[in-house]
């Protein structure tokens, strides 16, 4: 990023903070602000991810029919295998720019439907699967303003429909599961080629139901994985193929998995310097058992109001529940850069599934991890835009939270139906964005970007915070953009580096020293967005790259 690429998405940071309508749109009856960025994109945002080139790519599915978008200059796209057109001139994918506000349509040729993806080391993203002729397909999207996605045929052992991705330390992806699929493999095939059988998926698919589906990933700090489905969990050795641990079941047992869907995410990583470093998860939300059998039946089960939190790294774990203040189903968890979580989007009743979610739960509900339980929760500046059924949150490098889709019946349906389908973008601005938190915020001087920093070293920053510095509030985060879909955000994770030094350097600057993970368990190598919080207020973060 050259320098006056920087100073411009500095000031346009500046202009979203304090004058743009993230600060007037609603009012602030409860903490935060929603944004309307597009109205429509063409498209409805079923799968999204951010890039480090600050662009987001965001697709649905192709047998939707014509979506709203044309493809550019004549393009069309020929299938024979697609169900509901052979050709179609319109777009089915976008190319989000975050700084300017616009977007490109992309082309994809095989259906992408409740497909799975992961970013490589190198920035690109790495879609794999979908539904019909694009079950076995892997496709690339490169970071860059004019690049498409490129397809290659059968790049999968098996088909992948609802599965899970997740980078290894290595460079690699694990794809775990999918549909009538009990079993693992990994891209590239430079390696093992084959799929690798996991029994565990099988005994947590519940008989005409799953409840299994997209099942919960995330890297241990030991190199396993932590590997959740329906209501329990294991610990993969990837390598071996073997479990090395079983985790208890969640009290009361009900689902949180596909289609009862609720939503995870390992907590911020901390202490990074200890010889054993603590991994914890945390669960939230779901439908209990048999709401997805009486949702066909025109019966909507009210969604669970527990989140389940567990020490993955424990010899003898155990979960502990807690209380939110608003039951939630297809809820998104969404790690912010001071460590905090947001849940967003979702229903209070029903189900995943075409039509089968009731009662839209409009605000979010912000959770504090650090806090004495009972006092972890509040609730959040509701939006007017129902987020069902295939809807998406991702966090942006200005430390906003991008929303988008609901589609939660075929086709792109926006009339006769009870949630229509939805083609808008917005974005939920959190309490630490509003302008009386200026003078406690740090500005990143410099460096503005870094192209590769190594494992295990010091890394200076120098930041501006023009208020009061308290020395003990100030701590570097870094956190890898995430896949988002169905709910869960593959690859999401946030480590908190510290502060190991800081030197007054004078006219409110300072440098701020820390070091960097020591290994790829802590953090698989790969585009991370590093932030300076101070007082839980987030600065802009800067992309780095790790390597």
Same mark, same amino acid.
């Given at each position: ?32 602000? =929603? ?46 295998? /697609? ?30 439907? !409740? ?31 004019? !690049?498409? =996605? ?55 698919? /519940? ?111 155990? =979960? ?33 599934? =075409? ?193």
């Amino acid at each position: 990023m050259s320098s006056l690429t920087f100073i411009l998405s500095v000031l346009l940071f500046q202009l979203l903070c304090t004058s743009h309508p993230c600060q007037r749109i609603l009012t602030a009856a409860a903490g935060g602000r =929603w944004q309307l960025l597009q109205k429509s994109i063409g498209i409805s945002a079923m799968h999204m991810q951010l890039l480090s080139n600050d662009r987001v790519v965001v697709f649905d599915r192709t047998d939707f029919g014509p979506s709203n978008l044309p493809l550019p200059k004549g393009k069309c796209r020929f299938d024979l295998n /697609d169900t509901a057109l052979k050709q179609d001139c319109t777009a089915h994918s976008i190319e989000y720019d975050v700084l300017s506000n616009k977007f490109r349509p992309l082309m994809v040729q095989t259906d992408v439907w !409740c497909s799975s993806g992961a970013v490589t080391p190198n920035g690109d993203l790495v879609q794999t699967g979908g539904f019909n002729d694009g079950e076995r397909k892997v496709r690339v999207f490169s970071p860059c303003s004019s !690049c498409d =996605w490129q397809e290659s045929n059968n790049g999968l052992a098996a088909r992948r429909w609802y599965s899970t991705n997740h980078i290894l330390p290595d460079g690699r992806q694990i794809i775990v599961g999918g549909r009538k699929q009990f079993n693992y493999e990994f891209v590239p095939k430079n390696i093992a080629a084959n799929t690798f059988d996991l029994p565990f998926l099988f005994e947590t698919n /519940d008989r005409e139901v799953e409840n299994n589906l997209y099942p919960f990933v995330f890297l241990n700090v030991d190199g396993n994985l932590f590997v959740f489905a329906n209501n329990r969990a294991i610990l993969l050795d990837y390598v071996k193929n073997k479990v090395v641990k079983r985790y208890p079941t969640i009290p009361g047992g009900d689902p949180r998995s596909y289609p009862s869907t609720g939503s995870a995410v390992l907590l911020p990583l901390k202490n990074l310097k200890a010889s054993a470093i603590q991994a914890e998860v945390l669960v939230c939300g779901g439908a209990p058992k048999g709401s997805y059998s009486q949702a066909t039946q025109g019966e909507f089960i009210g969604a669970l109001k527990t989140c389940a939190r567990i020490i993955i790294t424990d010899p003898n774990p155990k =979960w502990v529940i807690e209380t939110m203040p608003l039951a939630r189903v297809m809820g998104d968890m969404i790690l912010l850069p001071n460590g905090n979580v947001l849940l967003i989007n979702g229903a209070g009743s029903g189900s995943a599934g =075409w039509e089968f979610g009731r009662n839209p739960v409009l605000n979010p509900v912000l959770y504090r991890p650090d806090n004495k339980i009972g006092t972890r929760f509040e609730t959040h500046t509701p939006t007017k835009i129902p987020r069902m059924y295939h809807s998406t949150a991702a966090l942006l490098r200005d430390g906003r939270v991008l929303v988008g889709g609901s589609n939660p019946h075929t086709y792109y349906n926006f009339t006769s139906v009870l949630f229509p389908t939805e083609l808008s973008l917005e974005a939920f601005c959190p309490p630490y964005l509003e302008a009386k938190f200026n003078n406690l915020r740090p500005t990143i001087v410099g460096p503005n970007s870094m192209s590769g920093i190594s494992y295990g070293k010091t890394l200076t920053l120098e930041m501006e915070i023009r208020g009061k510095v308290e020395e003990k509030l100030v701590w570097i985060t870094m956190v890898a953009p995430a896949f988002n879909t169905h709910s869960f955000s593959m690859n999401q994770r946030l480590l908190v580096l510290g502060n190991d030094k800081i030197t007054a350097l004078g006219e409110s600057r300072y440098n701020i020293e820390v070091r960097t993970p020591r290994s790829g368990n802590l953090a698989p190598a790969g585009f991370y967005i590093l932030f300076v919080v101070h007082q839980d207020i987030p600065s802009m973060g800067i992309w780095v790259k790790l390597q």
